[in-house]
């Protein structure tokens, strides 16, 4: 269906540094970057046209469209049950796909013809403490590790067998300053103090969350959740996938996630098109006002 991330009611297993990002990047370092001109900007404002009257279709289509169970335990504790000793890729990104990426505009650049190069390390410092929302069975915590992250990072998902198998496999392979919560999202007030965190890393949860039953409501709670947990400045780092199987940006979360406590957004297309991704980062105001507003509640 149009809204539903595209392998998660049967994701892949994959390979630990098998990448297809590498091939787009040398296909792209040949062709050499696109100079701007009037035409260009023409473009884009012919595309941003484009999106804003694709808005109500969207709409309309996603509410009549039937939503899958990706809010509730009971599923995700069948499905990590059903994979135990294996473990899975909500989009099939990993971390060695997102050291080195290439992107474009979301909005303005439909055909990627103007890709940019991006690296993780420019949303996600190396001494950053990070918490990865919704980890599931993936080993994200781990190979941000592995790649030489230092900060403390905290996995957290509410289906247990999941936070229990990150948890086994992190502690057989020695690695360092790793912390696990079996919890939702929602409820990690009782469980990590206010302001605490430099980057929420997301590559499923608010995808999940976004096309469940009651999306509206649990995208609001978990926004004010992460709000709580971010530091002044702090980051939330999310990869979605599109809509119409990739073609269109998920435009109507941003209207869920508005709150006066961002500072700013910026919503990446990530290469290559075939995959239907979006980069979202979220960045939060940057005094200390907002801070103490957080701690008193999301």
């Known amino acids: 269906f149009f809204f539903s991330p595209r392998h998660c009611c049967s994701p892949r297993q994959l390979r630990p540094g098998l990448t297809h990002s590498s091939r787009s990047r040398r296909r792209a370092s040949s062709r050499g970057r696109a100079v701007s001109t009037p035409a260009a900007t023409s473009h884009t404002q012919k595309q941003r046209a484009k999106m804003k009257f694709m808005r109500p279709v969207w709409s309309w289509l996603r509410v009549r469209t039937p939503r899958p169970p990706y809010d509730q335990q009971d599923y995700w504790d069948k499905v990590y049950m059903d994979t135990r000793g294996r473990y899975l890729e909500w989009a099939e990104m990993s971390v060695g796909e997102l050291i080195r990426y290439q992107w474009s505009d979301a909005d303005s650049d439909f055909f990627m013809r103007q890709k940019k190069d991006g690296a993780l390390e420019e949303h996600i ?40 198998t990150v948890r086994m496999r992190s502690a057989m392979r020695g690695l360092p300053d790793m912390d696990f919560i079996t919890a939702d999202v929602r409820e990690l007030h009782q469980h990590i103090p206010a302001g605490s965190m430099d980057v929420a890393l997301d590559k499923g949860l608010l995808d ?70 979006y980069l979202h980062i979220w960045t939060k105001g940057g005094n200390k006002q907002d801070n103490t507003k957080s701690k008193r509640g999301g």
């Open 208 to 277: 999940a969350i976004y096309c469940s039953a009651k999306s509206d409501k649990a995208v609001q709670e978990t926004k004010g959740a992460v709000l709580r947990l971010l530091k002044p400045g702090g980051r939330w780092f999310a990869i979605m996938n599109g809509g119409f199987f990739g073609a269109v940006p998920p435009i109507e979360i941003r209207p869920l996630m508005e709150d006066d406590r961002w500072k700013s957004l910026e919503i990446r297309r990530l290469a290559p098109i075939s995959l239907g991704l």
């Open 125 to 164: 410092g190396k001494d950053d403490k990070v918490i990865v929302l919704g980890c599931g069975n993936s080993m994200l915590g781990e190979d941000l590790r592995i790649a030489g992250w230092r900060g403390n990072i905290t996995s957290v998902d509410f289906a247990v067998e999941s936070v229990e």
